[in-house]
Nanobody, 122 residues
Framework: QVQLVESGGGLVQAGGSLRLSCAAS???????MGWFRQAPGKEREFVAG????????YYADSVKDRFTISRDNAKITVYLQMNKLKSEDTAIYYC????????????????WGQGTQVTVSS
């Protein structure tokens, strides 16, 4: 059984940084992993994704140049380094994974974590 466990969320002031981690178990290879977020009253949206093989990365325009996604194959862990945080980045951040790479659409992800809260105070 595949499990994804996020950590690293918390409260930070605007302009600050946080690093989220997502540790996977139950499978040693994924097609891709990604981060999504859902703010209060809004739909869940794509933030960043990374292909397990080759390491190609993808970002939402709203986080490009501020967030960096990376992975550690040996630890089966994906990270999201978030810099220059803004109040609009406040949301629950979810880690997700695909068995085989199919694209970046949210509907193509097979596994989901429980989420970690990120709150940015202005």
């Amino acid at each position: 059984q595949v499990q994804l466990v996020e950590s690293g969320g918390g409260l930070v002031q605007a302009g600050g940084s946080l690093r989220l981690s997502c540790a996977a178990s139950g499978r040693t290879f994924f097609g891709a992993m990604g981060w999504f977020r859902q703010a209060p009253g809004k739909e869940r949206e794509f933030v960043a994704g990374i292909r397990w093989s080759g390491g190609s990365t993808y970002y939402a325009d709203s986080v490009k140049d501020r967030f960096t996604i990376s992975r550690d194959n040996a630890k089966i862990t994906v990270y999201l380094q978030m810099n220059k945080l803004k109040s609009e980045d406040t949301a629950i951040y979810y880690c997700a994974a695909q068995r085989y790479y199919s694209g970046i659409s949210m509907s193509l992800y097979d596994y989901w974590g429980q989420g970690t809260q990120v709150t940015v105070s202005s």
